[in-house]
């Protein structure tokens, strides 16, 4: 029979990890899928050691290894070989209730008018069992406006419709961190997202190797899906002033830190994006010392020094 959903795993450098993820998968209990593992250019010997996994999947399971290109170009080729009506993504360092899947399709088969669903997650940090902030609650319905400041969807507990995610032009392979922040701002300007209220996820962080420690200035990138949203005309009301005012805080916040690191010229490039974020937006497109998505884009690729981890000598 067809698979319900296609299951999409992105890897990089995280041998382990990513075994006891797919295995995690393996064990779903009554649901009908195929997986695919994106191997973005590991280093570490990835390809070889999961190469034994595939004579024992339960499922159909496909291994692509492509250049290194990031999360995002990762989770995107994973997606272009889906063959199933639903698609589910799972980070490499996260695992899976054996239930997930299919306590998943039967929500949304119960509830047909969300094309996007999402469950609950256990946060482990350093093998420790952590709560998460009362910011990081997830709710269902529309949840546009509180996604603005923190992002309320995660790539490990999301379902959706793989002609959704299609259609929204899957992840931005442009940027390194926040692509799932950006993503979900752009499906959530248009829909309600469901929720399964089961920790049905186990995110794992605190490990070498993830993004808050490797990519730093992580709301630069957040500034820039602001920006794209502002340029998008279906963004309009409440939800336009929303969205303005947060990439307004979000710039004034960032230039604080490049002012203190003397990065002056960068500063001022983020207040004038500030201050046209605070414009109307016949006053934000009337005149060309408003910065432009591709301009702001290239401003945020400058390169960042990563700052020293506590506790961590170089």
Same mark, same amino acid.
Request: glycine residues 6%; proline residues 6%.
């Given at each position: 029979m067809a698979p319900e959903a296609s299951v999409v795993i992105p890897a990089f450098d995280r041998r382990a990890m990513?075994?006891?993820?797919i295995e995690s998968v393996f064990a779903q209990r009554d649901a009908r899928f195929e997986l695919i593992v994106v191997d973005d250019g590991s280093t570490d010997g990835t390809a070889e050691a999961i190469?034994?996994?595939i004579p024992r999947a339960p499922v159909p399971l496909r291994i692509?290894?492509?250049?290194n290109r990031g999360v995002a170009a990762a989770r995107n080729a994973g997606a272009r070989l889906s063959k199933a009506p639903l698609i589910a993504f799972l980070d490499s360092d996260d695992l899976w209730a054996p239930v997930k899947l299919a306590r998943q399709l039967a929500y949304l088969r119960d509830n047909p008018d969300f094309e996007v669903s999402q469950c609950n997650e256990l946060w482990v940090r350093d093998g420790r069992r952590v709560n998460p902030g009362m910011r990081h609650l997830k709710r269902a319905g529309d949840i546009f406006l509180d996604s603005l400041r923190t992002c309320l969807i995660s790539p490990?507990?999301?379902?959706?419709?793989? &002609?959704? !995610? $299609?259609?929204?032009?899957?992840?931005?392979e442009t940027m390194p961190a926040a692509e799932d922040y950006d993503l979900w701002l752009r499906i959530l300007l248009t829909h309600q997202v469901g929720l399964l209220d089961d920790a049905l996820v186990?995110?794992?962080?605190?490990?070498?190797g993830q993004l808050s420690a490797t990519v730093p200035a992580i &709301?630069? !990138? $957040?500034?820039?899906?602001?920006?794209?949203?502002?340029?998008?005309?279906?963004?309009?009301?409440?939800?336009?002033v929303a969205t303005a005012e947060v990439l307004a805080e979000k710039c004034r916040i960032y230039t604080k830190g490049l002012r203190h690191r003397d990065r002056i010229d960068e500063a001022q490039f983020f207040d004038q994006v500030a201050d046209m974020a605070s414009e109307t937006p016949d006053e934000a497109n009337s005149g060309p010392r408003n910065p432009s998505v591709s301009q702001i884009?290239?401003?945020?690729?400058?390169?960042?020094p990563?700052?020293?981890?506590?506790?961590?000598?170089?």
């Amino acid at each position: 029979m067809a698979p319900e959903a296609s299951v999409v795993i992105p890897a990089f450098d995280r041998r382990a990890m990513l075994i006891e993820a797919i295995e995690s998968v393996f064990a779903q209990r009554d649901a009908r899928f195929e997986l695919i593992v994106v191997d973005d250019g590991s280093t570490d010997g990835t390809a070889e050691a999961i190469e034994p996994m595939i004579p024992r999947a339960p499922v159909p399971l496909r291994i692509l290894q492509t250049e290194n290109r990031g999360v995002a170009a990762a989770r995107n080729a994973g997606a272009r070989l889906s063959k199933a009506p639903l698609i589910a993504f799972l980070d490499s360092d996260d695992l899976w209730a054996p239930v997930k899947l299919a306590r998943q399709l039967a929500y949304l088969r119960d509830n047909p008018d969300f094309e996007v669903s999402q469950c609950n997650e256990l946060w482990v940090r350093d093998g420790r069992r952590v709560n998460p902030g009362m910011r990081h609650l997830k709710r269902a319905g529309d949840i546009f406006l509180d996604s603005l400041r923190t992002c309320l969807i995660s790539p490990s507990a999301v379902i959706m419709g793989t &002609d959704l !995610f $299609r259609s929204a032009g899957g992840f931005d392979e442009t940027m390194p961190a926040a692509e799932d922040y950006d993503l979900w701002l752009r499906i959530l300007l248009t829909h309600q997202v469901g929720l399964l209220d089961d920790a049905l996820v186990t995110r794992r962080s605190g490990h070498a190797g993830q993004l808050s420690a490797t990519v730093p200035a992580i &709301d630069r !990138f $957040r500034i820039l899906a602001l920006a794209k949203l502002l340029a998008n005309p279906d963004l309009t009301g409440a939800r336009r002033v929303a969205t303005a005012e947060v990439l307004a805080e979000k710039c004034r916040i960032y230039t604080k830190g490049l002012r203190h690191r003397d990065r002056i010229d960068e500063a001022q490039f983020f207040d004038q994006v500030a201050d046209m974020a605070s414009e109307t937006p016949d006053e934000a497109n009337s005149g060309p010392r408003n910065p432009s998505v591709s301009q702001i884009r290239q401003m945020v690729s400058r390169p960042v020094p990563v700052p020293a981890r506590k506790g961590v000598r170089g």
